[in-house]
C-alpha cells in the first residue's frame, strides 16, 4: 500500500514580544484550518512557536527568562491546538521552550514534540546544537543567547514509527550538522521534521541575506540527499521588535530536490504529497549504508573532541 503523507508547512510570520500566546495560538489554527481544507495528514510548526525568538533578548531575573517557557504540554494556552488537530485527526509537530522538572531539578530544553492523529506526544526531542553565547556580547549588533537559557538535550537523535513511516526530528542550529541527519539516516529515517528562526544577518559578519538563505537550503537539501530522506524544515520569518528573520520554508524530497517552498515572510501554508517510499530508491542504491558505509575508514579523529588537525 503507498504510503503518501499530505504533510503542510506551516511558516510563522513574525510574533512581536507583545504578542499573547493566545494570540500565536490563534494564529496557528488559522494555519491547521487550512491545511485541514487542503487535506493535510501533518502539520509542521516552527521552533519556538509559541513566542518571539527570546534568546535575542539578555535577561538576568530568571522569572523574567522563565515567563518565554512551558511547564506544561499541552498547557492552557496550547490545549486548543491538541484539541483542534484531533478533531481533524490530523497530527502536528511543535517546537517550544520546555521547563521541567527532573530528578527535583528544574531543567530548561529547546524541545519539540511529534503529536498523533488522536492528540498523544508520540515523541520528543531536546535541541543538541545550541548556537551563540552565554554573556552579554558586546561586539554583536543582537544577541543569540541559546547557550545561556537553555541546556544541551539530553534525549539524542531517536526516531520513531509515526504515520506508516519513520520520524526524526532536530531544530534549528542541528540542521546545519550532517551528523543530525546521519545518525536519524542510520535508524532509517523517512522524514525529518525541523523548525528554525534564523536571523537574516550574521551579527559577527557581513554575510549577504542571500548567503544565509542559500546555507539553509544547501543545508537540508544534502541532508535529505544523503540519507534518503524527506526533510521539512519550516521558519519563523519576518520582523520581530525590529529583528529580520529569514523564512523560505521548504519541504525537500529524498533526491534533495525542493518540492514546495514559502515566498512570503509571514503566516504561509505550504503543502505537498510526501510518498514515503520515495525513500527506498536511494536507501537501497547509492546510500545503502550496510554495503556501502566504510566506518573503518573515518578513524582520524580524536575521542575528546572529535577534531584533529594534521601537524604544522
Ligand atoms: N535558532 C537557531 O539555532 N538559529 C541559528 C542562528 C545561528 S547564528 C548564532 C541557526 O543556525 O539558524
Request: charged share 25%; proline share 4%; hydrophobic share 40%.
Amino acid at each position: 500500500m503507498a504510503r503518501v503523507l499530505t504533510v503542510g508547512a506551516a511558516q510563522l510570520g513574525p510574533i512581536q514580544k507583545a504578542e499573547s500566546r493566545t494570540s500565536v495560538v490563534n494564529r496557528m489554527l488559522a494555519l491547521v484550518e487550512a491545511a485541514n481544507d487542503k487535506g493535510c495528514d501533518l502539520i509542521v510548526f516552527t521552533e519556538l512557536s509559541l513566542t518571539t525568538f527570546f534568546p535575542r533578548w539578555y535577561m538576568e531575573d530568571q522569572a523574567e527568562v522563565d515567563q518565554w517557557f512551558e511547564a506544561e504540554m499541552p498547557g492552557p494556552d496550547t490545549q486548543a491546538l491538541f484539541d483542534t488537530t484531533r478533531q481533524y485527526q490530523m497530527a502536528f509537530h511543535l517546537g517550544y521552550a520546555e521547563l521541567i522538572e527532573e530528578e527535583g531539578e528544574l531543567h530548561r530544553y529547546n524541545t519539540a514534540i511529534l503529536v498523533d492523529r488522536d492528540g498523544q506526544i508520540a515523541g520528543k526531542y531536546r535541541k543538541v546544537h545550541l548556537p551563540g553565547h552565554d554573556e552579554f556580547d558586546t561586539e554583536r549588533d543582537f544577541q543569540h543567547l541559546e547557550k545561556r537559557y537553555f541546556e544541551v538535550g539530553n534525549l539524542g537523535f531517536p526516531v520513531w514509527r509515526f504515520l506508516d513511516g519513520i520520524f526524526g526530528m532536530c531544530i534549528c542550529n542541528d540542521r546545519r550538522w550532517p551528523e543530525t541527519y546521519r545518525v536519524m539516516g542510520l535508524q532509517g529515517v523517512e522524514m525529518v521534521v525541523l523548525g528554525y528562526n534564523t536571523p537574516s544577518t550574521n551579527s559577527q559578519s557581513d554575510e549577504a541575506p542571500h548567503v544565509r538563505a542559500f546555507h539553509n537550503l544547501i543545508s537540508m537539501q544534502a541532508g535529505a540527499y544523503q540519507n534518503s530522506t524527506w526533510v521539512v524544515g519550516v521558519a519563523k520569518a519576518g520582523c520581530e521588535d525590529g529583528h529580520d528573520l529569514m523564512g523560505g520554508s521548504a519541504i525537500i524530497a529524498p533526491t534533495g530536490e525542493v518540492v514546495a517552498q514559502c515566498r512570503t515572510l509571514d503566516d504561509e501554508l505550504i503543502v505537498a504529497d510526501c510518498d514515503l517510499d520515495a525513500t527506498k530508491f536511494g536507501k537501497e542504491t547509492i546510500f545503502d549504508f550496510a554495503r556501502h558505509r566504510r566506518i573503518e575508514h573515518y578513524g582520524l579523529i580524536t575521542e575528546r573532541t572529535g577534531v584533529e588537525l594534521p601537524p604544522e
